[in-house]
């Protein structure tokens, strides 16, 4: 039997790769438009987005923790 051109590991991995990227992408847009319409100021626009990366950062040093325990 044939094996198929596309598994469900592929996909996966092409979610994790490339639509994490749109998605952190497209967070950063709603943050930065959150920031404008909201009239945050200098001050209240960092902090959104030092939240944002922090959130961030916690999801990649998770995967970083996964890869380096081999789990």
Do not use: H
């Not at 952190?24 to 009239?39: H, N, Q, T, V, Y």
């Not at 100021?41 to 998770?62: Q, S, W």
Request: glycine share 10%; hydrophobic share 60%; net charge negative.
């Amino acid at each position: 039997m044939d094996e198929p051109l596309v598994d469900a590991e592929k996909i996966s991995e092409f979610g994790l790769t490339y639509g994490l990227v749109f998605f952190i992408g497209f967070m950063l847009f709603i943050i930065w438009d959150l920031a404008r319409k909201s009239k945050a100021g200098a001050l209240g626009t960092f902090i959104l987005f030092f939240v944002l990366a922090f959130g961030i950062l916690g999801f990649i040093m998770k995967n970083v923790i996964q890869w380096l325990l081999e789990i």
